[in-house]
């Protein structure tokens, strides 16, 4: 599974910047693991209910931020996550 941009945690239509004001926007390489699994559970997400494959990146951008970030890391598609 590829990803062309990483977006911010807090706003899926946004790229993910060191500049944003959040700290929780963003993973950083200095990171612990503690500290991104904290950042991925504070993620923004949707209420719309469960994950299926007809969601688009238009639709639920944070959705489609937090399954392209999964599949990358367990080397998946975002079909199989």
């Known amino acids: 599974a590829g990803i062309e941009r990483v ?4 706003d899926g239509r946004k ?3 060191k500049s944003d ?3 929780n926007s963003r993973i950083l390489m200095t ?4 500290e ?3 950042k ?3 993620a923004k997400s949707d209420t719309l209910g469960p994950v299926s494959l007809y969601y ?4 639920r951008p944070e959705v489609w931020n937090m399954v392209s970030l999964i599949a990358v ?6 079909e199989e996550v």
């Open 73 to 78: 890391f367990t080397n998946e598609s975002r």
């Open 21 to 23: 004001p959040s700290a």
């Open 56 to 59: 688009t990146a238009e639709a």
């Open 36 to 38: 991104i699994a904290t």
């Open 7 to 10: 977006m911010s945690l807090s």
């Open 40 to 42: 991925v559970r504070k």
């Open 31 to 34: 990171d612990s693991a503690d």
């Open 15 to 17: 790229k993910m910047s």
